[in-house]
């Protein structure tokens, strides 16, 4: 692009458009890139119209190449060698969706060496290296843009860099994760248990063979990351999240909270608070007639709570091929629009310029407030008084005290809704409620999530 | 801002930032106004961290200038000539917040002449001057923003523009007036009649004195253009929309819909056919568990289907003072960072480039195809049947014939859920129900939206 010395100093319109064909280099032919091959090919035309430019894959990298070929047709060179794809002189912008963290984060770091921009769809590459990659990236006036690495088809990372830019955010609250919201539904659409639900979800494609990373919160934690530190202007802080999956939790309490008002879902909650942000995904209730609580199946969403804004929400696929490549593409388009922006005027890749950053602490479990859902197992229904005297004299707020109804097999069930109350304290009180002869099985406790303005 | 001639053909990122303060000059300090300069005020330091560059107002142009005082302050100078602020020499870009359609025109064509970008909330302009003012904006290479326009807490025009960029939209429906959707919410929940609910939304502030742009749909219909020209990269087809507001809507069919499991929303939809695109805003039955039949009270929400996303859906509250600073603020940011990108570069103001504009024909209400609800009032239970005939000599498909709940005063009804039929096909076929002698008084249909994938 030939900028004429005088006219750049004119006003900016005079600057001839940057209107040559960008180049894409992808490693990775799975799922997610299948899904960008073909989205791209399909809607060109009009991706161009929006984009003011084409956007052509140039190169892609695949472990099995006769495979790749089956997919991406003739038209398209591949390789088996992906640092070649990262390096190529050819690739304006690295298209990395292979996954991992190992390799990938070599292939990411060679590509902003070469000074190439990258779109990633990779969670945990960022949650876990993103640190060292963005400040490559900054070093090198390159961008790695991520929009497909949390909740897929929803433009969530945009939404809180641009769409909120005038906002304090102050907490960001989503169900972040597919297969947990998946298993969630079905356990209390159908009364399954959570082995029950989980089988189903394998059989349907909606859980991986080996599920841990979903069902353990970690996968969502990864994506928190990355929600809290574009909300909040912070660095990564995947190490210091608190994670609790669902694999703990019993069909009786999704049960339970239901008799009560309430849907359980798996949440990754980012808040501010002055002394630091609270960093936690966990199953928890919301309230039945709360929009998050509609989120149903494999379906994300992500609510945001903002000084001038308000409650906003956006809600979408979480998952799949074409609902990756959607994020993915539109990446591409913001890096197809960056020609002729200084570096320090891009969307800085975690919301602020690096100078704002925000050092905030992460406050630990104990000291995060909530209100709590308690289900303590008695010997006889009687026993509700005991649970409550405990409580008070723990000074633990009590908003709620019911029995549940009765199931066949299970025995009496003292319910408890709390008031606001620090994780410490509730330990403790349930620890002294376990310790009451009249209690004759673990005590539940989940906390409780109003999602309120 | 100076760039060295030589460095300007190197990498990019090399090009100086642009660091001075964007200067803005603003016109009405109103709701919208007030709230700008409170959030504006309020998190500067946040804004300027995500901007790259502070942002401040040097000028404000208001009627009552004793009250704009009040308001701003001694810190920012005021003036009661609106095109002075529109061509003052030390803006860069107006903030338009007046609202109306003729002085407004006035001034934002003004601005663009001057070479100033414009930031406006101003739907009814865009909608009916749009055309005139993104071509004059074009040809100074300026951008015009208004994400306020819409939905005004929820970014949905960037994600329809960039979130979404790499889909072909198939339709976006959405409830986007809030005074109408209040009043729906009143009639639903306290079995109010629509005067009954309109008098409390004016009495809460909810609906103005003069409440006939919301209620009769045209503001809904303002943006619903808007929403359709960025979704399929058409011009602004304000004129040609189907527009029917929720004034002759009464509560008994508000209870019939519950009874048969829906919920009556004053959607506005636009939706892509092969022969051109539907544009309509009219009240119309959602399926009661569907997460659009749960956006209650002042909130708007909308829904987009695409090709490769799938269903997404925003939400959040469609008035308000600083729920409109954040959009305007947030298109403030999106000017900061517009150094050095040349106009072609820039997100175009109606998602596509001009050249690359759809030319599509908006179908004729006749050509329309949906489910549609009637309640047929009749003599007696027994001319269900006559009903169904006639029907099926008009040769509507019927889904479900019902009587309605008996209610105290009201007559026999028969509720008919018709599947997805031509709206001409459709009134022949009401126009023949209402000529039984057995039909004693006004058959109603409204349209029935499954909004599925």
């Given at each position: 692009m030939y900028r004429d010395p005088v006219e750049s100093l004119e006003p900016l319109h005079?600057?001839?458009?940057?209107?040559?064909?960008?180049?894409?280099?992808?490693?990775?032919?799975?799922?997610?890139?299948?899904?960008t091959f073909r989205v791209l090919a399909r809607n060109q035309a009009d991706i161009a119209a929006r984009a003011g430019r084409a956007i052509e894959l140039v190169i892609v990298a695949a472990r099995n190449l006769a495979r790749a070929a089956d997919i991406v047709g003739p038209g398209v060179p591949l390789t088996d060698d992906a640092m070649h794809?990262?390096?190529?002189?050819?690739?304006?912008?690295?298209?990395?969706?292979?996954?991992?963290?190992?390799?990938?984060?070599?292939?990411?770091?060679a590509a902003i060496a070469h000074g190439k921009h990258v779109?990633?769809?990779?969670?945990?590459?960022?949650?876990?290296?993103?640190?060292?990659?963005?400040?490559?990236?900054?070093?090198?006036?390159?961008?790695?843009?991520?929009?497909?690495?949390?909740?897929?088809?929803?433009?969530?990372?945009?939404?809180?860099?641009?769409?909120?830019?005038?906002?304090r955010i102050e907490w960001v609250a989503g169900i972040i994760n597919g297969t947990t919201n998946f298993i969630l539904s079905k356990m209390r659409d159908e009364g399954l248990d959570f082995a029950a639900a989980l089988a189903q979800a394998q059989a349907l494609g909606y859980a991986e063979a080996d599920p841990s990373f979903d069902i353990e919160g970690i996968d969502a934690a990864h994506k928190l990351s990355l929600l809290a530190a574009n909300a909040f202007g912070m660095p990564l802080r995947f190490d210091d999240a608190q994670v609790e999956g669902i694999t703990a939790l019993q069909g009786v309490d999704v049960a339970c909270a239901e008799q009560l008002g309430y849907r359980i879902k798996l949440l990754g909650v980012a808040r501010r608070q002055a002394a630091g942000v609270e960093l936690r995904v966990q199953p928890a209730l919301v309230p039945a007639d709360h929009l998050m609580a509609h989120v149903n199946g494999s379906m994300n969403a992500v609510m945001v709570k903002s000084d001038a804004a308000g409650l906003t929400m956006y809600y979408g696929a979480g998952a799949g091929s074409e609902q990756t490549a959607s994020a993915v593409i539109a990446d591409l388009v913001d890096v197809a629009r960056l020609d002729g922006v200084a570096a320090a005027q891009h969307v800085p890749h975690l919301g602020v310029h690096a100078h704002a950053t925000n050092a905030l602490a992460v406050l630990p479990r104990a000291a995060v407030v909530t209100a709590h859902y308690l289900r303590v197992p008695v010997a006889a229904v009687s026993?509700?008084?005991?649970?409550?005297?405990?409580?008070?004299?723990?000074?633990?707020?009590?908003?709620?005290?019911?029995?549940?109804?009765?199931?066949?097999?299970?025995?009496?069930?003292?319910?408890?809704?709390?008031?606001?109350?620090?994780?410490?304290?509730?330990?403790?009180?349930?620890?002294?409620?376990?310790?009451?002869?009249?209690?004759?099985?673990?005590?539940v406790s989940l906390r409780v999530e109003a999602l309120e303005g």
């Amino acid at each position: 692009m030939y900028r004429d010395p005088v006219e750049s100093l004119e006003p900016l319109h005079r600057v001839p458009a940057a209107t040559r064909t960008l180049r894409v280099g992808m490693i990775g032919i799975g799922t997610v890139g299948r899904g960008t091959f073909r989205v791209l090919a399909r809607n060109q035309a009009d991706i161009a119209a929006r984009a003011g430019r084409a956007i052509e894959l140039v190169i892609v990298a695949a472990r099995n190449l006769a495979r790749a070929a089956d997919i991406v047709g003739p038209g398209v060179p591949l390789t088996d060698d992906a640092m070649h794809v990262a390096t190529h002189p050819d690739v304006d912008v690295l298209v990395e969706v292979a996954g991992g963290t190992g390799a990938a984060r070599d292939w990411v770091l060679a590509a902003i060496a070469h000074g190439k921009h990258v779109v990633t769809a990779n969670k945990a590459l960022l949650a876990v290296h993103g640190t060292e990659i963005f400040a490559a990236a900054r070093e090198k006036g390159v961008v790695v843009a991520y929009e497909g690495a949390v909740a897929v088809s929803i433009p969530i990372i945009k939404a809180l860099r641009e769409g909120l830019a005038a906002n304090r955010i102050e907490w960001v609250a989503g169900i972040i994760n597919g297969t947990t919201n998946f298993i969630l539904s079905k356990m209390r659409d159908e009364g399954l248990d959570f082995a029950a639900a989980l089988a189903q979800a394998q059989a349907l494609g909606y859980a991986e063979a080996d599920p841990s990373f979903d069902i353990e919160g970690i996968d969502a934690a990864h994506k928190l990351s990355l929600l809290a530190a574009n909300a909040f202007g912070m660095p990564l802080r995947f190490d210091d999240a608190q994670v609790e999956g669902i694999t703990a939790l019993q069909g009786v309490d999704v049960a339970c909270a239901e008799q009560l008002g309430y849907r359980i879902k798996l949440l990754g909650v980012a808040r501010r608070q002055a002394a630091g942000v609270e960093l936690r995904v966990q199953p928890a209730l919301v309230p039945a007639d709360h929009l998050m609580a509609h989120v149903n199946g494999s379906m994300n969403a992500v609510m945001v709570k903002s000084d001038a804004a308000g409650l906003t929400m956006y809600y979408g696929a979480g998952a799949g091929s074409e609902q990756t490549a959607s994020a993915v593409i539109a990446d591409l388009v913001d890096v197809a629009r960056l020609d002729g922006v200084a570096a320090a005027q891009h969307v800085p890749h975690l919301g602020v310029h690096a100078h704002a950053t925000n050092a905030l602490a992460v406050l630990p479990r104990a000291a995060v407030v909530t209100a709590h859902y308690l289900r303590v197992p008695v010997a006889a229904v009687s026993h509700i008084q005991a649970v409550s005297a405990c409580l008070a004299e723990q000074r633990v707020p009590v908003r709620q005290v019911a029995l549940a109804a009765e199931k066949p097999g299970v025995g009496p069930q003292v319910l408890v809704l709390t008031g606001p109350v620090a994780q410490g304290t509730l330990d403790l009180a349930v620890h002294a409620l376990q310790a009451q002869a009249d209690v004759v099985g673990p005590v539940v406790s989940l906390r409780v999530e109003a999602l309120e303005g």
